[in-house]
């Protein structure tokens, strides 16, 4: 089949998680923003990176205040995901509109949110303005996981099956497929 040349690409890099980033002003009002534009970009030491507009809400607060939390959530609240996504928490409460529970966290003030399965802390270390984006990089302080989706307790390793994620690929929400082999499955 032939391919095509497309200038100027939408979104060209899919599938992303779906992550819920929480934030907090300096009142300690907790805020929530829906993302796809989650990555690892280190792994030792645990680094993140969070892509987010300058004109949002929660930029702001994440610049003021130095941390966030990734919370990734699960199928199950894709409702609740795509509404934190579309409105403001200038004007909105979102944590009340959505019925989601913030939980304390260990290091940092923005809350984890319950409802989610994985949550990591993180302490902004660069912030890097990309254009339509700027781009958080933070260090992952520590990460919180649902006992019953641990695979491996000592690197942190989670089942992605059990964990229900999301992942946003072409403007819409998709789960996880099937499992095809693990990494360096040729080496065997």
Do not use: Q
Not at 7 to 24: A, E, H, K, W, Y
Not at 145 to 157: F, L, T
């Amino acid at each position: 089949m032939s391919k095509k040349i497309i200038n100027n690409p939408f979104r060209p890099v899919f599938p992303t998680p779906v992550g819920l980033i929480t934030s907090i002003d300096v009142d300690g009002k907790p805020n929530i923003i829906t993302l796809g534009e989650v990555a690892m970009v280190s792994l030792n030491p645990t680094r993140v990176s969070v892509g987010m507009r300058p004109a949002t809400y929660s930029n702001g607060l994440v610049k003021k205040s130095g941390e966030f939390v990734v919370n990734f959530p699960t199928t199950d609240i894709v409702d609740k995901v795509d509404f934190c996504g579309t409105v403001s928490g200038r004007t909105t409460d979102k944590f009340k509109e959505t019925g989601l529970t913030p939980e304390p966290a260990i290091y940092v003030k923005p809350p984890l949110i319950k409802e989610c399965p994985v949550n990591l802390e993180c302490k902004v270390i660069g912030i890097l303005s990309l254009g339509s984006h700027d781009l958080f990089i933070g260090d992952v302080l520590v990460m919180h996981a649902e006992e019953d989706i641990i695979i491996d307790e000592d690197r942190g390793i989670i089942d992605p099956a059990k964990a229900k994620g999301l992942i946003f690929a072409m403007n819409s929400y998709w789960s996880f497929g099937e499992k095809i082999d693990v990494i360096r499955f040729t080496r065997k």
